[in-house]
């Protein structure tokens, strides 16, 4: 998949979960997130996943992904995400948020979504577990705007990591930006 378009989704609904809990956050307000970028962690883990963006529009991005696993992932697979905040010379912790169940985790904030995801990944059922092997889900579009407008702003990197038995598995890094609209931004801006 899958799992990476998945962990770029839940990233987002951590920030989401973020937001709601620091309303006294000057910094808050109506926006848009942005995937700045998105590939590999720094660390090199058992799980591979790649994934690939190609920007669509300014509300809309096409994600190519893969999964290489060796394992079912199943109700014993967990998810943590740890995130920065940009600031001048670094990304500086900000939070880390986790689950110790990630299909529980989906099916609770983002089911309708995994059951696309996992359809375009081909699987029948598309539901957890998911089988060993390799996954693959082509330019699956992900509309940003369907995302709560209300985020704290500012550019955020966010390591992703899916966890067995307090181990990390694998993992994805993101850098993502919340910003106030521009109504008058162009869309073929690059
Ligand atoms: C962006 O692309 C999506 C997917 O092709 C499309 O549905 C949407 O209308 C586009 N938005 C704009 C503002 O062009």
């Known amino acids: 998949m899958i799992l990476s378009t998945l962990l770029v989704q839940l990233s987002l609904i951590f920030f989401e979960a973020l937001s709601v809990t620091s309303m006294g956050d000057s910094m808050l307000g109506p926006g848009l997130w942005r995937v700045v970028s998105v590939g590999p962690c720094e660390q090199q883990l058992d799980m591979t996943l790649d994934v690939v963006r190609r920007k669509v529009n300014r509300t809309h991005d096409g994600f190519t992904a893969k999964l290489t696993t060796d394992e079912e992932i199943d109700d014993s697979f967990g998810l943590r995400v740890d995130i920065c905040k940009h600031v001048d010379g670094g ?19 983002a089911a309708d979504n995994a059951r696309d995801f996992l359809g375009a990944a081909g699987l029948d059922p598309p539901d957890f577990p998911i089988p060993k092997g390799e ?25 992703a990591y899916i966890v067995k038995e307090e181990k990390d598995i694998a993992c994805l890094h993101l850098d993502l930006e919340y910003k106030e609209k521009e109504e008058e931004d162009d869309d073929d801006e690059e």
């Open 91 to 109: 990304c500086k912790p900000y939070q880390v948020l986790a689950d110790e169940s990630l299909p529980r985790y989906v099916q609770k904030y």
């Open 135 to 159: 996954h693959v889900v082509k330019n699956y579009v992900f509309d940003y705007s369907e995302l709560p407008e209300d985020g704290i702003y500012g550019e955020f990197g966010a390591d």
